[in-house]
């Protein structure tokens, strides 16, 4: 299965013309099937508590003065800091066993593009060969966005680590919280992948 949707990324071309209409047309297909996979796993897995209290704490203090930024700075934070992170490297956090093909590290690029732009609620514009995926986005913006709203809002549950969380105590996000929140929310994902 190919998920290069680039003519001029295509094994042996050189100028970009060995790329049929067809080939690109069922690559195209693959991705948005491989994305709309990996998104319906980032909405079903649950939400790591200790970013989605975070992510309530920049959104309180966000919601005084710049109520409108707070979908875009909970998405960056989520899809900039962690998710398109571990899609790309997943070899970094344990997710995957040994460095990617290149071809995989191709398609986890690619990947993270279309889930990148997905959070952020952006169509690509520049990228001539990405463009194919902007029904996607579109089709699924509305659900991205309740899915971002949702796991931004934190409510205290008695299976929470106290000890993390006190009224009057800042949270770090240390390596160790980090890697275990990068495998919780996108371990799901690379579940047959390898």
Same mark, same amino acid.
């Given at each position: 299965v190919s998920y290069e949707i680039d003519k001029n990324r295509l094994e042996g071309s050189t =100028?970009?013309?060995q790329m049929n209409t067809d080939d690109r047309f069922v690559n195209v297909l693959h991705l948005k099937l491989a994305a709309q996979s990996t998104f319906n796993k980032i909405r079903t897995v649950p939400f790591p508590p200790e970013l989605s209290f975070i992510l309530s704490q920049i959104r309180d203090k966000l919601s005084s003065n710049y $109520?409108?930024?707070? +979908?875009g700075v909970s998405s960056n934070f989520i899809f900039l800091r962690f998710m398109c992170l571990a899609i790309t490297t997943p070899n970094q956090f344990g997710l995957w066993k040994d460095n990617p $093909? #290149?071809?995989t590290i191709r398609f986890l690029v690619i990947m993270s593009k279309?889930? +990148?732009n997905l959070g952020f609620g952006v169509e690509f514009g520049k990228e001539e060969s990405m463009r194919d995926l902007n029904d996607f986005i579109l089709q699924n913006r509305e659900s991205?966005?309740?899915w971002v709203d949702s796991v931004s809002r934190y409510d205290y549950s #008695? =299976?929470?680590d106290d000890e993390l969380v006190k009224a009057d105590q800042k949270v770090e996000i240390t390596d160790q919280i980090k890697t275990r929140c990068i495998k919780w929310m996108v371990g799901e994902i690379y579940v047959n992948r390898q």
């Amino acid at each position: 299965v190919s998920y290069e949707i680039d003519k001029n990324r295509l094994e042996g071309s050189t =100028d970009g013309n060995q790329m049929n209409t067809d080939d690109r047309f069922v690559n195209v297909l693959h991705l948005k099937l491989a994305a709309q996979s990996t998104f319906n796993k980032i909405r079903t897995v649950p939400f790591p508590p200790e970013l989605s209290f975070i992510l309530s704490q920049i959104r309180d203090k966000l919601s005084s003065n710049y $109520e409108d930024l707070t +979908q875009g700075v909970s998405s960056n934070f989520i899809f900039l800091r962690f998710m398109c992170l571990a899609i790309t490297t997943p070899n970094q956090f344990g997710l995957w066993k040994d460095n990617p $093909e #290149p071809k995989t590290i191709r398609f986890l690029v690619i990947m993270s593009k279309v889930i +990148q732009n997905l959070g952020f609620g952006v169509e690509f514009g520049k990228e001539e060969s990405m463009r194919d995926l902007n029904d996607f986005i579109l089709q699924n913006r509305e659900s991205m966005a309740e899915w971002v709203d949702s796991v931004s809002r934190y409510d205290y549950s #008695p =299976d929470f680590d106290d000890e993390l969380v006190k009224a009057d105590q800042k949270v770090e996000i240390t390596d160790q919280i980090k890697t275990r929140c990068i495998k919780w929310m996108v371990g799901e994902i690379y579940v047959n992948r390898q």
